[in-house]
């Protein structure tokens, strides 16, 4: 890590510390001049998400709810807060150390009446002090469990490590399995690529058919596996491709309604982490997973939609991230049917059948290609 890098690190670290302090320095003032602590955070509900007209992505709204010591309830979710910022500024930022989620966690077993009941509600913390704060969990030192997904195309990257810098390939000099992305993906730069679009898809195994079958390198194409619901880091390094190498960003799913929605967080942003839409959503990418109409123009094998599927379906046409003719006519068409499709059934017209002619047909529609 060069002088300037390792700068920008020491900056972002002070910052996280001052912030966080503030904070506890706001609980402080709180109590000396007589006013029940608390915090206040915008609703977290898909009725208080509206659409930034300069960004183009959809963000909270004004609904806001109260954290109160009025309550014992309140005054214990306080106390949690305060021993996770005190464990995010000793144990992280003053010692260069991390931990995961789920680490933290375990670590809150030592926190007597503020430990953690599940590591869902741990989570939800520290999304709600990145709201509070304007920072990313990554300032906080805190990282996901699971690996990253990956990426496999013609781009030169190098990325920033404790053990200096790295310089790769991302067709060249990696196996077929990819360059794995990090969960800071801040630490990466572009160096160099020959690419003409991305194409994020939602299954391992269908990356690996497109790699096996040269999509990459007939079209051009960076694939990213966004191995399903994708992590924060993963939306983040398509955003930044999208936008600093100026590269068209299409998104390859399952026809279900679960898919529809890892287009919807690639594209829209996630309705529980739309406080960091403008720093991870891509508005300009567009769908090319398995439509309803592909089902019954293509003839797809297909599965019968189950009751869950349905319910999912029917809340996403109250969904104001689907609200629109597109979306509408796809979704009712499938209710219509009763059908859902995996994007591997096209390997029943053989398995070359995907990447020459389906893709190739949706990209020219799209001007991709």
Request: proline share 3%; hydrophobic share 35%.
């Amino acid at each position: 890590m060069n002088e300037t890098e390792k700068s920008n690190k020491e900056i972002r670290d002070s910052l996280s510390k001052t912030t966080l302090k503030k904070l506890i320095q706001d609980f402080y003032e709180q109590f000396e001049s007589e006013t029940i602590p608390h915090i206040t955070l915008p609703s977290r509900t898909k009725k208080n998400i509206e659409l930034n007209t300069d960004s183009d992505v959809w963000v909270y709204g004004d609904n806001e709810s109260m954290r109160s010591a009025k309550t014992v309830k309140g005054a214990t979710q306080l106390l949690k807060t305060s021993h996770v910022v005190e464990l995010l500024m000793k144990g992280h930022l003053d010692q260069n150390k991390s931990s995961t989620l789920r680490e933290l966690y375990y670590i809150s077993e030592n926190w007597d009446v503020a430990k953690f009941n599940e590591q869902a509600e741990s989570d939800r913390l520290i999304e709600d002090l990145e709201i509070i704060t304007g920072l990313q969990r990554e300032d906080f030192h805190v990282r996901p469990e699971e690996n990253g997904a990956t990426l496999y195309g013609p781009i030169k990257i190098k990325e920033l490590t404790k053990r200096g810098d790295r310089t790769m390939h991302c067709q060249d000099e990696v196996g077929e399995a990819g360059y794995q992305i990090p969960y800071n993906v801040e630490t990466i730069k572009f160096v160099e690529h020959d690419a003409k679009f991305i194409i994020a898809i939602e299954t391992g195994g269908m990356q690996d058919r497109l790699i096996e079958n040269g999509f990459d390198e007939k079209f051009d194409a960076i694939l990213v596996h966004l191995k399903g619901q994708p992590a924060r880091s993963t939306r983040r390094i398509i955003k930044r491709m999208n936008e600093e190498l100026k590269l068209p960003v299409v998104v390859f799913t399952d026809g279900d309604p679960w898919s529809f929605r890892i287009y919807a967080s690639v594209a829209y942003g996630a309705i529980k982490s739309a406080h960091l839409s403008e720093f991870m959503a891509t508005p300009a990418a567009k769908f090319i997973g398995v439509q309803a109409s592909d089902i019954v123009e293509y003839q797809l094998s297909t599965d019968k939609l189950n009751d869950q599927d349905i319910k999912a379906l029917e809340s996403e046409l109250t969904d104001p991230r689907f609200d629109t003719p597109y979306w509408k006519d796809q979704i009712n068409l499938m209710l219509k049917i009763g059908k859902k499709a995996e994007q591997q059934a096209f390997a029943g017209k053989g398995l070359d059948y995907v990447t020459d002619k389906y893709l190739p047909e949706r990209l020219t529609e799209m001007g991709v290609i």
